[in-house]
Nanobody, 118 residues
């Protein structure tokens, strides 16, 4: 059974930083992507960043480019760990952040709340 655990959310002020962690356990696939989506109140869920296992290729939403950095995938057998370093946070980054793992099937973890106040 694949399980995803997201953590690291919290409350910060404008310009602050947070680091989110995503641990994917029970994941035995060779070709996959791990990443983050977020959903702000009253808005649709949007992709934030992802990294692909095959070549380390990363992607970022335009709104977070230059401020967020996704780490390489750390792999320990069936357990994969990815971090999302979020710097220069803005109030519009306030959302529930969801960790995801994709390999044909899309797996979701529970969300972690990030609140940025001005």
């Amino acid at each position: 059974e694949v399980q995803l655990q997201a953590s690291g959310g919290g409350s910060v002020q404008l310009g602050g930083s947070l680091r989110l962690s995503c641990v994917v356990d029970g994941f035995i696939y060779d070709d996959y992507a791990i990443g983050w989506f977020r959903q702000a109140p009253g808005k649709e869920r949007e992709g934030v960043s992802s990294i692909r296992s095959s070549d380390g290729d990363v992607s970022y939403a335009n709104s977070v480019k230059g401020r967020f950095t996704i780490s390489p995938i750390s792999s320990d057998n069936a357990k994969k760990t990815v971090y999302l370093q979020m710097d220069s946070l803005k109030p519009e980054d306030t959302a529930v952040y969801y960790c995801t793992a994709v390999t044909g099937v899309h797996y979701w973890g529970q969300g972690t709340l990030v609140t940025v106040s001005s």
